[in-house]
């Protein structure tokens, strides 16, 4: 399945963003939904994951609370709401896809990947 991830931007500390993913190419309902960031000069990290039919979910513990993971699959679309930003959540944010059906927080578990998307976060 391709994967475009878009919605990223400059945004002030305690702010919000939405991130989309679109897929195109397969059943996008046969796949599980990650979204993973990697900083710079940081490893690629898991952010948030969503089961196929987006009854589970899954996060990070650094954005519980904060951030939202969501799907419509009729739309193809994945999203990831943020909010109550922070400096640390600067990163490049990819969505990724897995014919797995629980939402892994391993990335090497992901079969395809998006282009990545820049969300900066100002303090």
């Known amino acids: 399945v391709q994967l475009q991830a878009s919605g990223g931007g400059l945004v002030q500390a305690g702010g919000s963003l939405r991130l989309s993913c679109a897929a195109s190419g397969r059943t996008f309902s046969s796949y599980s939904v990650g979204w993973f960031r990697q900083a710079p000069g940081k490893e690629r990290e898991f952010v948030a994951g969503?089961?196929?039919?987006?009854?589970?979910?899954a996060y990070a513990d650094s954005v519980k609370g904060r951030f939202t993971i969501s799907r419509d699959n009729a739309k193809n679309m994945a999203s990831l709401q943020m909010n109550s930003l922070k400096p640390g959540d600067t990163a490049v944010y990819y969505c990724?896809?897995?014919?797995?059906?629980?939402?892994?927080?391993?990335?090497?578990?992901?079969?395809?990947w998006g282009q990545g998307t820049l969300v900066t976060v100002s303090s």
């Open positions: 990724a896809a897995d014919s797995a059906d629980w939402p892994s927080m391993n990335q090497h578990e992901y079969d395809d």
């Open positions: 969503i089961s196929r039919s987006g009854g589970r979910t």
